[in-house]
């Protein structure tokens, strides 16, 4: 990550409460490296589908104590998720071998979070990406809904999920017959360098693009 000074001015941190895990799953990919992910089946389909741990993602200063920390969430798949204390470069990157999905299923990419009570800065747009191919789809999306102001159109905009997590859409793509490579994803803000804190993020999720279920509808379970 680019190193930018940033000062945490009236940044504040408000921890949630530190709770026993659920056990995540180590699986073993293509190339035959571990990786902290949770894989299940999708029940119309029988498409794979996962989430990546945040551990498993790239996150600029992630490994600075002053900025993000890792806490444990008994709501969570995974045995820790990481908690932002403050940044003003904020870049979260990660991605997923093709020959770990299900050929021929279309696939859509949400980050999965919670907002601390009070989380700070993140209710404007960021820039979201998903690479497939070598082609790379942009758009803008917002972590946090701001009630003062109205989102123009083309902005993303997240959900409540019934398991008391949100969830941010970054892209969807279709996993082609033959496809050997890697799909990439992620979200920054590295323009503005605004300081922003109370980020909560479990994961990014590769599911199949009919699980709007997961939203409203039906109980969240793997």
């Not at 979260?92 to 919670?114: A, D, F, N, W």
């Amino acid at each position: 990550a680019r190193s930018r000074a940033c000062r945490r001015s009236s940044c504040r941190r408000r921890s949630p409460s530190r709770r026993r895990a659920t056990p995540a799953m180590v699986l073993i990919n293509s190339t035959g490296a571990m990786v902290l992910q949770s894989m299940w089946l999708d029940r119309e389909s029988g498409a794979k589908c996962y989430m990546v741990s945040a551990r498993e993602l790239s996150i600029a200063w992630r490994d600075t104590p002053e900025h993000w920390t890792w806490i444990p969430l008994d709501d969570s798949r995974f045995s820790e998720s990481a908690e932002l204390i403050w940044v003003c470069w904020l870049e979260i990157r990660g991605k997923i071998h093709s020959k770990m999905l299900s050929q021929g299923s279309t696939y859509t990419v949400y980050i999965v979070y919670k907002l601390a009570d009070d989380s700070d800065g993140l209710n404007f747009p960021v820039n979201a990406s998903l690479s497939v191919r070598g082609s790379v789809m942009a758009c803008q999306v917002c972590l946090q809904r701001n009630p003062h102001m109205i989102h123009p159109e083309d902005v993303v905009l997240p959900h409540e999920r019934v398991d008391g997590w949100m969830e941010l859409e970054l892209g969807e793509f279709v996993c082609e017959a033959g496809e050997d490579g890697d799909v990439s994803f992620g979200l920054s803000e590295t323009e503005c360098l605004n300081c922003k804190s109370g980020l909560i993020l479990q994961g990014i999720e590769i599911r199949c693009k009919n699980q709007i279920s997961l939203i409203k509808e039906m109980s969240f379970r793997y």
